[in-house]
């Protein structure tokens, strides 16, 4: 973090039950203005002279829109271009790349993973519906066995909050990493197979912390930090991922 970042004073507004962190740089400008950057940092630019109620209740007003632009990008998603499903094309497997090599064989399909490469056998090499079918299928079952894992790991990390064991579903969605209901259903995206175990989980740690406190309070964002005090560089880096 740069020093300017750490010498700006950070304030707090509350709005209904979350907490809007923000920074607050005054200066001599005419208008009063509010950024939301991608690591979700809020920074209100201020002219001189304008006090810090006013500024309170113009962060207030804007809340809904603030809260708008961290929750996208919360769950931004960077995209490769469309995937061919040919040899040659790289896929990724917790975080690592591999080479596509797709085989004829009549008589058994399947996937494997070796030496860098996913080799593919399908019945006709043409068929790249059926190419992706089988990868997404081995996908699958490699984050039934990976996630499960993650969700172990982390809740050992949590056994002090003494959660019922939830109950993990696996989708595809389009938009979102991962998602937890108040029954404690947590859903996690079967892309982050692409990603490394480390970010995996961090959006688990994410949606475990939400069975404990199910909105985006700064009781929340305490129990973040104490259980995984690098979330930040975690997510920052997570966004940065692209998956196909
Ligand atoms: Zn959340």
């Known amino acids: 973090m740069e020093a300017n970042h750490q010498m700006t004073p950070t304030c707090t507004v509350q709005y209904g039950q ?3 962190e923000y920074e607050l740089i005054h200066s001599a400008r005419k208008t009063l203005a509010i950024q939301v950057h991608p690591d979700l940092r809020v920074i209100v630019r201020s002219p001189n002279g304008v006090g810090r109620a006013e500024v309170e209740a113009v962060v207030k007003k804007r809340a809904p829109w603030i809260l708008r632009q961290q929750r996208q990008f919360e769950t931004y998603l960077p995209k490769l271009p469309p995937r061919q499903y040919v040899s040659g094309e790289t896929h990724r497997y ?3 790349q591999y080479r596509l090599k797709v085989e004829e064989n009549g008589r058994a399909e399947g996937v494997k993973l070796t030496r860098g490469y996913f080799y593919i056998t399908v019945r006709d090499k043409g068929d790249a519906g059926r190419v992706k ?3 997404t ?3 699958r079952r490699q984050a039934t ?7 172990d790991a982390c809740l050992a990390r949590l056994r002090f ?3 019922d064991y939830p109950q993990l579903t696996i989708r595809h969605m389009k938009s979102r990493w991962g998602s937890c209901t108040p029954a404690g259903k947590i859903t996690l995206n079967l892309k982050l197979i692409q990603v490394p175990k480390d970010y995996i989980d961090y959006v688990m740690m994410h949606e475990l912390c939400h069975l404990k406190e199910h909105n985006h309070s700064q009781q929340y964002y305490e129990l973040l930090n104490r259980v995984m005090p690098d979330w930040r560089s975690k997510r920052e880096k997570l966004n940065q991922v692209e998956v196909s």
Not at 145 to 151: D, I, K, S, W, Y
């Open 161 to 163: 909050l003494n959660l």
């Open 133 to 135: 079918d089988l990868l």
């Open 145 to 151: 066995r990976v996630f499960a894992e993650r969700l």
């Open 18 to 20: 979350t907490q809007i």
């Open 94 to 96: 917790l975080g690592r």
């Open 137 to 139: 299928e081995w996908y």
